[in-house]
């Protein structure tokens, strides 16, 4: 089952702040980050494991709330490079890979 | 190689041609996935191969669609008697941990498969 992501699309101003919500309404086992850029690959930006564990980029943050199974990306102060779509997958018991339907974020000058 | 490398990048085929997509994964990564990706979607999974075993094969649409990594490490999607719904961006990615691990995903550019 795909997780949900919220918002569909975000626009900010150089420096602004985002945050993107994934939701699942499985038990899941690790939530990934990953962006991709309009014709690119998506590239790895984050994984969070049960349990708390995180691993990924310095200047993202994410967070993890078991209860819930959700995880949110926190993007602060963003710059012109973070444009694009960013997905949320989700690995859960007896369950495949799933990718969510992509947050679109535009960082404008 | 330093990346996940997919050939062709642009596919056209006529309704009915059979094609076949090759992934080449990040040497020693067990693990490689099949995905489809649809204009403006997220990436939908394929199949799943740890070393040479097809694990996984539930996200295949239809019996056209076939995927194999005989020796663990390139595979081959192949799709036979294109239809226009085919059309997308297939993507391949490989990690060097199985499936329900930390296995970090490395994503190719794709192949773009455009079917008339």
């Known amino acids: 089952q795909q997780p949900v992501q919220s918002p569909q699309a975000v626009i900010l101003r150089e420096g602004e702040d985002a945050v993107i919500n994934c939701s699942s309404s499985k038990a899941l086992y690790s939530v990934h980050w990953y962006r991709q850029k309009h014709g690119e690959a998506p590239v790895f930006l984050m994984i969070?494991?049960?349990?708390?564990e995180q691993k990924g980029h310095d200047k993202i943050s994410t967070s993890f709330n078991e209860k819930k199974q959700q995880s949110s990306l926190y993007l602060t102060a963003s710059q012109l490079s973070y444009s694009g779509t960013y997905f949320c997958?989700?690995?859960?018991?007896?369950?495949?890979?799933?990718f969510g339907p992509g947050t679109r974020l535009s960082v404008l000058p | 190689g330093a990346g996940v490398s997919q050939s062709p990048r642009y596919k056209v085929a006529k309704r009915g041609q059979d094609v076949a997509l090759r992934c080449d994964p990040i040497s020693g990564h067990v693990s490689l996935f099949w995905y489809q990706q649809a204009l403006g979607q997220g990436p939908e999974f394929l199949t799943y191969f740890q070393n040479e075993a097809q694990l996984d094969k539930s996200g295949l649409p239809s019996d056209r669609f076939f995927a194999e990594r005989p020796e663990g490490s390139v595979s081959t999607l192949k799709i036979q008697r294109t239809q226009q719904e085919d059309s997308a961006v297939y993507l391949c990615?490989?990690?060097?941990?199985?499936?329900?691990?930390?296995?970090?995903?490395?994503f190719g550019a794709g192949t773009r498969l455009s079917v008339l």
């Open positions: 969070l494991l049960k349990g708390g």
């Open positions: 997958g989700t690995d859960s018991y007896g369950q495949n890979f799933v």
């Open positions: 990615a490989s990690s060097d941990k199985a499936i329900g691990t930390k296995n970090i995903q490395y």
